[in-house]
């Protein structure tokens, strides 16, 4: 796309983090030692499901090196931790029940670690079992013996424009339902109804007729995906140090830091202004670090102990209790016209919270659009269910499930172009969305790239080409995908200041997480091109709730977007001071007067300029003081009508595709990528190094969950796999050689994005699994509905196929 010339955006600018963290002078919350601090251990309960009958701490206290032993009646006595409901004790206290395996139900804080981790065998829990539930479709069923939260409906709950919070007595495991309802042509007003059931009958009844009057009705396809573990490099870890004025000083690998401070400090009754949080470099997060489970726990240890408090989760613990992304299943009802156009939709999920919603409801409330940002969706209806079950905490994964829904359709539209006879790659064409169309949120479409990603993937991988002819036991098949994901929902907002120096440098300050995206990077790349200065001239600052502006959090893809333009109205902001100060030295109007070099110039005779540090008097500036440049970025969307979930909720869609070649061992279930590309509308691409690292790194991601990575839970609710040994993630063995790799940029800029920007971190992964998927049916004719797909379901497949014809 034709673009003017830029600055800095645009540039494969070097990483503000760079030399940091190759020298290793870069500080993770592991590498925070407050003196006189100690080592927590916190002990989870064996069982799934029961009621703590009795807690007995006193041999833990006995043990030398032991400074402090907590339980639940340390800590809050109310549930205080949720994302939409709040449904979770800090610590589990007696009377109360367990939930899962791993529930907290004392910790110990010692030195060294080994002390505080055998004080914890020594704690001695007695347990009255309960019947337990680990599937969600049968936590929902009617008569499900096990409830997990007997007053679900008396939690506090976060009040989310089109969110269905309704308590269900007929479901009580239900934690919340997702709802959508889209039909121009049914002209039904849910707010004509008396109740949500009485407007599903009326559309229900069109739906139908819609339904079966297709020319083509698909059977309706399961889709069950497992639990995955994020995988970053760093576990979760915090550190608390008590402070003598009764506040805490609290370090942890948190991607929501400010969230974080909020809630904590208002469930431990601390003033937030008494929590001071930090949130230092951080080894990954990928969305599992929207939670921190042993921050709670990290506080009781430090306030009873009097000491600073470390806690670091084991790999093992990460897998166990480190909210991973949930497990399900997606139903897939469709219907099609002759011509390939989809006729009506149906959709049903269930999803996995585990034991508690914390953020696993943000992925149920957010994937559903997984569903409506790629192609029209006429008539479609979508039921997703969030369902508690006696199985760890699960939360956020990237991408917040759209990957999973975006594998569902991709793997309906493969099948409807088989029935119908029409090539995979026009059933899309025939189906994606363009400018002026309304997607399923019933929301105008302006600025898409499906179109583009879609055709641009397909040139790439020379669909009109047959694969590979077959080599031994091996064969080849090709697989094309789409996927989208949305930002924003409702009001979300950030803080950002710009601060001129008096040594010439520009320092920005903001609360955007740096976990390895490159997001600081980024942001300096607004102020270098703002102000035209190199980057080696602003520093940024992020690490600090005391100093730094407010932000919401580092999560669904809304970093690059909400962050960049709040520094962008700093930037203009620290601007119209700086010329209104300068315009009276130079004696020259402010409209003439523009930025370079860390200077201020006449446009007219740029000769006649000023330093920043000229403006400097006596270490102040003439006649005000320091300038600071402060922007505040709120944007407003059209709210969703909770009972149809019709709106104007989406920011924008980032768009990907993949085209993608793979060769399947039919004697082994073995696959390898041949040849793939990929294929994004981002926006105006700010760091092209940047983003394609982000998807590359997402290719790999996406293998895993398509091939090899699954949670697995024993009939007791226990992990099983809790180690890289036996729980496989993609190594650079499996990841295609830089020949067999592409990936390119399409669509146009933004027109309210900073500099043209729309995110990319998270769409990076929604459409890989999918691409994987339809190649390796290409290849084989097996179907797979089960992820992920390994060599034992892709040899089972083949059997199955085989005995198919034989019968």
């Known amino acids: 796309m034709a673009d ?18 190759v020298t290793g002078a870069a500080l993770y919350s592991t590498d925070i030692h407050p003196k006189g601090m100690v080592y927590g251990k916190i002990l989870g309960s064996p069982i799934p499901h029961g009621i703590i009958k009795s807690i007995d701490i006193s041999e833990a206290e006995k043990l030398p090196g032991v400074v402090a032993v907590v339980t639940g009646e340390d800590g809050p006595d109310h ?25 907290p139900v004392a910790a110990v804080a010692a030195t060294p670690e080994q002390i505080a981790e055998a004080a914890c065998k020594l704690i001695k829990v007695e347990y009255e079992p309960l019947p337990y539930v680990l599937d969600p479709e049968e936590a929902y069923k009617e008569d499900c013996p096990a409830i997990v939260h007997d007053d679900v409906q008396s939690y506090k709950r976060l009040d989310l424009h089109g969110v269905a919070h309704s308590f269900d007595r007929k479901h009580p495991n239900q934690a919340i339902k997702r709802r959508v309802r889209h039909c121009d042509q049914f002209g039904l007003n849910p707010d004509d109804y008396a109740t949500p059931e009485e407007y599903d009958a009326a559309f229900g009844a069109k739906f139908d007729e819609v339904y079966e009057n297709a020319y083509l009705k698909l059977p309706e396809q399961r889709y069950e995906f497992p639990r995955v573990s994020h995988c970053f490099m760093e ?16 370090w942890a690998s948190e991607q929501g830091g400010r969230l974080v401070k909020y809630s904590m400090s208002a469930a431990f009754g601390l003033k937030p202004s008494d929590f001071h949080m930090h949130v230092p470099f951080m080894g990954g997060g990928f969305g599992g670090k929207d939670d921190c489970p042993v921050t709670g726990p990290c506080i009781m240890l430090a306030l009873k102990s009097h000491r600073p408090v470390k806690i670091v989760q084991t790999r093992e613990e990460v897998f166990s209790n480190g909210t991973p992304r949930p497990g399900g299943a997606i139903y897939v009802k469709d219907a099609f016209n002759k011509d390939g156009s989809l006729a009506a939709r149906k959709v049903t999920a269930f999803i996995n919270c585990g034991a508690y919603t914390t953020s696993a409801l943000v992925m149920l409330d957010h994937s559903v659009y997984g569903v409506s940002g790629n192609y029209r969706n006429p008539c479609l209806w979508v039921d997703a269910y969030g369902v508690y079950t006696n199985t760890e905490n699960n939360g956020p994964y990237r991408a917040l499930g759209c990957e999973l829904f975006v594998y569902a359709i991709e793997r309906n539209l493969d099948l409807a172009a088989e029935a119908l006879g029409i090539d995979k790659y026009d059933i899309r064409k025939i189906n994606v969305l363009r400018k002026g169309d309304i997607d399923g949120h019933g929301q105008l ?21 047959p694969a590979h002819a077959p080599e031994g036991p091996w064969r080849y098949g090709k697989g094309l995908s789409l996927g989208n994901k949305f930002t924003a929902y409702g009001k979300t907002g950030t803080e950002a200041n710009v601060t001129i120096l008096d040594d010439d440098k520009i320092e920005v300050a903001v609360s955007h997480v740096e976990m390895g995206q490159g997001a600081l990077t980024v942001d300096c790349q607004h102020v270098a091109e703002f102000f035209h200065v190199p980057m080696s001239q602003i520093r940024i600052r992020n690490e600090n709730s005391d100093f730094m502006p407010y932000d919401e959090g580092t999560y669904c893809s809304r970093g690059t977007y909400i962050n960049g333009n709040a520094i962008i109205l700093a930037c203009e902001d620290a601007q119209r001071q700086l010329f209104e100060r300068t315009s009276k030295r130079l004696g020259v109007p402010v409209e003439r007067l523009a930025t370079a070099d860390s200077k201020v110039y006449d446009k007219e005779n740029p000769d006649n300029f000023l330093y920043f540090h000229d403006l400097y008097e006596h270490g102040g500036w003439a006649p005000e003081s320091k300038l600071v440049g402060r922007g505040t970025f709120s944007p407003e969307q059209a709210l969703n009508n909770p009972k149809n979930a019709q709106g104007n909720p989406v920011l924008f869609y980032s768009i990907g595709s993949w085209g993608m070649e793979v060769g399947v061992n039919i004697e082994t279930g073995e696959v390898k990528l041949v040849n793939c590309g990929g294929f994004y509308d981002a926006g105006r691409v700010l760091n092209r190094k940047t983003c394609e690292g982000q998807i590359e790194g997402a290719l790999s991601m996406g293998l895993g969950q398509a091939i090899f990575e699954e949670i697995m839970i024993n009939d007791q609710g226990r992990v099983i796999n809790g180690n890289y040994r036996d729980y496989k993630i993609p190594t650079f063995m499996d990841s295609p050689t830089n020949d067999k790799l592409h990936v390119d940029f399409v669509g146009d800029p933004f027109p309210t994005g900073p500099n043209g920007a729309k995110g990319v971190g ?25 992820i992920p797909m390994t060599r034992e379901r892709i040899l089972q497949s083949l059997r199955d196929k085989e005995a198919a014809k034989e019968a």
């Open 79 to 103: 549930p205080t931790v949720g994302g939409y409901l709040t449904d979770k004790f800090i610590m589990c206290r007696v009377g109360d029940k367990v939930r899962c395996v791993g529930d």
């Open 4 to 21: 003017k010339e830029y600055y800095s955006i645009g540039k494969g600018e070097i990483r503000q983090d760079a030399a940091l963290k």
């Open 762 to 786: 998270e769409v990076a992964l929604i459409p890989v699994m999918a691409a994987f998927a339809n190649a390796i049916y290409a290849a084989t004719g097996a179907e797979i509905h089960n």
């Open 445 to 465: 479409v302006y600025n898409n790239g499906s179109d583009e990603a879609i055709t641009a993937a397909a040139k790439f991988i020379e669909w009109d080409k």
């Open 235 to 250: 576990p979760h870890v915090t550190v608390v140090e008590p402070l003598t004025d009764g506040g805490i000083e609290v």
